[in-house]
């Protein structure tokens, strides 16, 4: 059987195959009512299916948006993802996902992969960019926008939330408890130290300990970012009461949950024995045992902003760095892991 054409379509229909054109991509002229509706029974009677190859090679550019992210199994990427996908979908774009997995070559695989398929355009969740993916990026002259971090090895459109000032916000308010001090569980010896949200928790919780006039000497523990790893350093932060802090910040709820779980195995009452509390306010922070106090941000906003700072003209224009950082606030989210009733 003959593949059906637009030509064949815009015969059956009495149309031009530019109206065609018009009608299956919403635009970018309008059609008038009865011509659309000839024409979309045109495609249903000769069953036309648009090739989005020869469309993409054509417009060099795909219905698609490439989003990297370190790892979609933990919560917070998993649930920023999802919001990218559902902000696609109301500018009928759809989603390619890619994990990093924290690893720079994997990241600039997927750089390369998604930018070589002419995506409309690319969402980067970096960590700790390297020259290679910062080059890739320039080569390319995409159409990027970097979300939830901004590494210093690219100044491009950005968009984050306050992570300092949120970090601030929780450790100030666990220090207005009257704990004698806050400890925290920050990221490793790889963190960048500057452009990464962990690291940024981290000087959020130093500002606050200095305010308060309280040490930060030997109260910064160095731990991996998912739950395990967290729950096994946890075991040994709490083993021995007579070093164990009164009350600790977890740069992401996945730390915390994991800390809180082996306060549970050694039988340490959260919050009468320690306060907790986390950063991102992922969806099983509020069925936490007991419910965590976090910090958090609009991740649906965000990724709504992301989505149409990558898909309209003109983001890539020259700006300030102020210009072309989008930052939302971050805000205190009250449960009873820190005390509060």
């Not at 305010?211 to 998912?226: C, F, K």
């Not at 922070?285 to 649906?300: C, E, K, N, Q």
């Not at 606030?329 to 005390?339: A, D, K, Q």
């Amino acid at each position: 059987m003959a593949k059906v054409t637009r030509d064949d379509v815009a015969r059956l229909a009495g149309t031009s195959t530019a109206v065609v054109s018009y009608v299956i991509n919403n635009g970018p002229r309008p059609v008038a009512p009865a011509t659309r509706e000839r024409v979309l029974a045109a495609i249903k009677e000769l069953g036309y299916r648009p090739d989005r190859v020869a469309q993409a090679m054509a417009s060099r550019r795909t219905d698609l948006i490439g989003l990297i992210v370190p790892d979609a199994r933990q919560p917070f990427f998993g649930e920023m993802a999802h919001a990218v996908e559902q902000a696609a979908s109301e500018r009928g774009k759809m989603v390619l996902v890619g994990n990093s997995d924290y690893v720079a070559e994997r990241e600039v695989h997927y750089l390369r992969a998604f930018l070589g398929m002419r995506v409309s355009g690319l969402i980067l969740v970096s960590h700790a960019m390297s020259d290679n993916a910062a080059a890739e990026i320039d080569a390319w002259d995409a159409r990027v926008v970097l979300l939830h971090e901004r590494p210093e090895a690219i100044d491009d459109v950005a968009v984050v939330t306050d992570d300092i000032g949120g970090a601030h916000l929780a450790v100030r308010h666990l220090l207005e408890h009257g704990y004698e001090y806050v400890a925290c569980i920050g990221g490793t010896a790889e963190t960048p130290a500057v452009g990464d949200p962990v690291s940024d928790h981290v000087q959020g919780w130093r500002r606050a300990m200095d305010e308060a006039g309280v040490s930060t000497e030997g109260r910064l523990y160095q731990v991996l970012y998912n739950r395990y790893d967290a729950y096994k350093a946890a075991l040994e932060i709490l083993a021995d009461p007579a070093t164990r802090p009164p009350a600790i910040f977890c740069s992401t709820d996945d730390q915390a949950i994991g800390l809180l779980r082996a306060a549970r195995e050694l039988r340490i009452d959260v919050p009468g024995e320690l306060a907790v509390a986390g950063f991102d306010d992922i969806k099983e922070a509020a069925l936490a045992d007991p419910p965590l106090t976090t910090v958090a941000s609009d991740r649906p906003a965000m990724a709504r902003a992301a989505v149409d700072l990558v898909l309209d003209d003109g983001v890539r224009v020259a700006g300030s760095r102020r210009e072309r950082l989008k930052q939302f606030p971050s805000r205190l989210v009250v449960r009873r892991s820190c005390g509060c009733e």
